[in-house]
């Protein structure tokens, strides 16, 4: 089974701050990872996919990258509508989201 | 509009059984593959079952292996998960979620998801 770890677990940040979350796979996954945004009580949102893509109708202050097995999110300048929980998943073998960063605004 | 309404969840006891729906509007429903994914209350997502668009390729994750069974009805536009031996593990807001490819083989990415149906299993 390919784990997925993701770090920080939680983080705070200013409105218009860069916010880089991490993600890790246990082996090689290629570009098979995706990245989802979950505001509370809602379902979870496409935001990037195949490592580096953005979903169309996503703002452009998301991003993400790939080196290696490590995968890089980052929002360019936070948004107070960017209060979520951030999750990747790869899907290189069935099926793995990592267990998610929140994200809040200070 | 493309949209995933799930039903079905509730209050089941242990041991029961409960058979979730997903109906799929706005979309060539029988062009897609179809999840379930759940989340428990306060905790992460996590992949549960695949089914290609065919139907010919189908995937649990390991927690629900022999319990649950995924389906699809392509005439009625719509997704299955019949969940037996209920568990209280299994307690979590089970979401529908289309996979925007056809095959298990292709790139994959759940574009469309729906808002849910709660399973609680309690005695």
């Known amino acids: 089974d390919i784990q997925m770890t993701q770090s920080p677990s939680s983080l705070s940040a200013s409105v218009g701050d860069r916010v880089t979350i991490t993600c890790q796979a246990s082996q090689d996954i290629n570009d098979n990872l995706n990245w989802y945004q979950q505001k509370p009580g809602k379902a979870p949102n496409l935001l990037i996919y195949?490592?580096?893509n953005l979903e169309t109708g996503v703002p452009s202050r998301f991003s993400g990258s790939r080196s290696g097995t490590d995968f890089t999110f980052t929002i360019s300048s936070l948004q107070p509508e960017d209060i979520a929980t951030y999750y990747c998943q790869q899907y290189e073998n069935l099926f793995t989201f990592g267990p998610g960063t929140k994200v809040d605004v200070k | 509009e493309v949209q995933l309404v799930e039903s079905g969840g509730g209050l089941v006891q242990p041991g029961g059984s409960l058979r979730l729906s997903c109906a799929a509007s706005?979309?060539?429903?029988?062009?897609?593959?179809m999840n379930w994914v759940r989340q428990a209350p306060g905790k992460g997502l996590e992949w549960v079952s695949y089914i290609s668009s065919s139907g010919r390729s189908i995937y649990y994750a390991d927690s629900v292996k022999g319990r649950f069974t995924i389906s699809r009805d392509q005439a009625k536009n719509a997704l299955y998960l019949q969940m037996n031996s209920l568990r209280a593990e299994d307690t979590a807001e089970y979401y529908c979620?289309?996979?925007?490819?056809?095959?298990?083989?292709?790139?994959?990415?759940?574009?469309?998801w729906g808002r849910g149906t709660m399973v609680t299993v309690s005695s």
């Open positions: 979620a289309r996979d925007r490819s056809g095959s298990y083989y292709a790139k994959k990415a759940f574009d469309i």
């Open positions: 706005g979309f060539t429903f029988s062009s897609y593959s």
């Open positions: 195949d490592a580096s």
